[in-house]
C-alpha cells in the first residue's frame, strides 16, 4: 500500500509544479545569452544583464533586451513598434520611379509587376489580387506574400497571442504572451530593408523582446528570425 501512495503523491507534487507559477520567468533580472544561437554570433552584453546583441553572417543585427511591461503588455509592444519603426521616420524619402519588374516570361508572355502594385501582362494592366495572396514590387525585386504580410513597407501592427508559461502545460490561466512584428522599409534613411522583433514571456512582465534590423533582405519565416525566437523564448519561459 506505501508504494502506491507514494506513486500518487508523486505525481501530485509534478501537477502541482506545472500547474504552479514559473517564477524563474517573472522575476527574471538577467538575461541568458549564449554565445552563439544558430546563425548568430553574441557580439556583446550589458554588465547588468539586460540586454546583449548579436550579428548573422549575412549583417542582420539583433538586440535582446529585457523589458519591464508599462500599462500593459499591448500597450509596451505598441511603443517598441515607435521606436524601431517610427511612422515619420521615412516621411522625407524621395524615392525614384522604379521600372517594372518580370515576374514571369513564358511562350513569348511578359508579365510584369509596376511600384503601384499592378501588373502589365502583355502591354495590359491587371491586378494580382486574391484572398491570401498579393504581388508588391520596389526598384530592386519583387515579393510575393501571403496571409496578408505586406513586404512593402505597409503597416502591419504586432501579432500579439496569449499562451502558458513554461511548465504550466495543465493550467486553466495562459498568463504568457508571445509577440511578432515585420516590417519592409525600403525607403529608410540609415539604409534598413526590414525591421522586426519576437517577443515573450509573462503578461505582467517583464518581457524578452528581440530586435531585427537587417541592410539585407530576410523573410519573415528565416532561419534568422526563427534564431531569435528560439532565444526569446529562452528567456521568456514560454
Given at each position: ?97 522604379p521600372a517594372p519588374v518580370v515576374l514571369h516570361s ?96 509573462p503578461r505582467t512582465g517583464p518581457l524578452t523582446v ?29
Amino acid at each position: 500500500m506505501k508504494i502506491p501512495r507514494l506513486a500518487a503523491l508523486s505525481a501530485l507534487a509534478f501537477a502541482t509544479a506545472a500547474c504552479g507559477p514559473n517564477l524563474a520567468a517573472d522575476h527574471r533580472t538577467a538575461l541568458d545569452c549564449p554565445a552563439a544561437r544558430g546563425h548568430l554570433t553574441r557580439t556583446g552584453q550589458a554588465a547588468d544583464g539586460k540586454a546583449c546583441t548579436y550579428r548573422a553572417a549575412e549583417g542582420a543585427e539583433v538586440s535582446l533586451e529585457l523589458v519591464p511591461v508599462k500599462s500593459d503588455a499591448e500597450a509596451t509592444l505598441r511603443a517598441i513598434e515607435a521606436r524601431i519603426a517610427p511612422p515619420g521616420a521615412i516621411a522625407g524619402a524621395k524615392p525614384t520611379a522604379p521600372a517594372p519588374v518580370v515576374l514571369h516570361s513564358a511562350h513569348g508572355v511578359e508579365i510584369r509587376v509596376d511600384d503601384d502594385g499592378k501588373t502589365t501582362v502583355d502591354g495590359k494592366t491587371a491586378r494580382i489580387d486574391v484572398p491570401g495572396l498579393h504581388v508588391v514590387a520596389n526598384d530592386k525585386d519583387a515579393e510575393v506574400t501571403i496571409d496578408g504580410v505586406d513586404l512593402n513597407g505597409g503597416d502591419l501592427p504586432p501579432t500579439l497571442r496569449d499562451v502558458r508559461m513554461r511548465g504550466e502545460a495543465f493550467s486553466r490561466d495562459r498568463r504568457g504572451v508571445r509577440a511578432s512584428f515585420f516590417k519592409a522599409t525600403p525607403d529608410d534613411p540609415a539604409g534598413y530593408r526590414v525591421v522586426a522583433f519576437q517577443a515573450a514571456g509573462p503578461r505582467t512582465g517583464p518581457l524578452t523582446v528581440g530586435v531585427v534590423r537587417s541592410k539585407a533582405k530576410i523573410q519573415r519565416d528565416g532561419y534568422i528570425l526563427k534564431d531569435v525566437r528560439r532565444l526569446v523564448r529562452l528567456n521568456g519561459g514560454t
